[in-house]
């Protein structure tokens, strides 16, 4: 029973447009999420987070915003380029307990 | 980018055979994870450790064990291979100790071949 869900497994945007990639979770508990990006034959690496006392984080291109009425989050990339083309994950995790969770993943494809 | 190794990149090996899978750290961060990336599936927790001799299983932990003697080290063990075992695993490691950073920090992989 996966705790995060990715709906889309894949995304297709035209180079300058914006990114949206969406992230669903059903434990409350949830207090801290990340999202990361992967390409292929490397492992994750680590993009933006946010706690669960706000509800929007930027960093430079990227921008995560949390619901937590809705238990949804969402990762902003603009304007996107061809070399975010990736895989996005999504996790979260109960800040104390140290533990994440991750979404199956939702690959970008930016379109020069 | 952070210090971490895995060992061996790739392996291929039998059903029934024993593997262990290596991940070293030089970041002495106090966490470490070990995840295996299976298509539709995304990253699952197998097991992980809060200090040396401290481990605790994860999600999918059926079939494996973990051993954590040294800070930097963590292993991986199957005991007996099975063909649904085969994955690509990824170690990561998270929060240095006195600076409580929760991000994760991942290795480059190990592609594993049950066959």
């Known amino acids: 029973d996966q705790q995060v869900k990715q709906n889309s497994p894949s995304l297709s945007v035209q180079e300058g447009r914006i990114s949206i990639l969406n992230c669903d979770y059903t434990?409350?508990?949830?207090?801290?999420f990340l999202w990361y990006k992967k390409y292929p034959a490397e492992g994750p690496t680590f993009l933006i987070s946010i706690s669960s006392i706000k509800d929007k984080n930027e960093d430079g291109r990227f921008t995560v915003f949390l619901n937590k009425s809705a238990k949804h989050l969402s990762l902003h990339i603009v304007p996107s380029q061809p070399g975010d083309s990736a895989v996005y994950f999504c996790a979260a995790s109960v800040r104390n307990f140290n533990k994440f969770y991750f979404g199956s993943g939702t690959k970008l494809n930016v379109k020069p | 980018d952070a210090g971490i190794t895995q060992s061996p990149r790739h392996k291929v090996t039998e059903t029934g055979t024993p593997v262990t899978l290596r991940c070293h750290q030089t970041e002495n961060h106090r966490y470490m994870y070990w995840y295996r990336q299976d298509p539709g599936h995304g990253l699952r927790l197998i097991h992980y450790s809060y200090g040396v001799k401290d481990t605790d299983k994860g999600e999918v932990s059926d079939g494996y064990s973990v051993s954590r003697s040294k800070t930097e080290d963590f292993l991986l063990t199957l005991e007996s291979a099975t063909s649904s075992q085969t994955s690509v695993y990824f170690c990561?490691?998270?929060?240095?100790?006195?600076?409580?950073?929760?991000?994760?920090?991942f290795g480059p992989g190990t592609r594993l071949t049950v066959t």
């Open positions: 434990n409350s508990m949830f207090d801290y």
């Open positions: 990561a490691i998270s929060e240095k100790p006195g600076q409580g950073s929760y991000e994760q920090y």
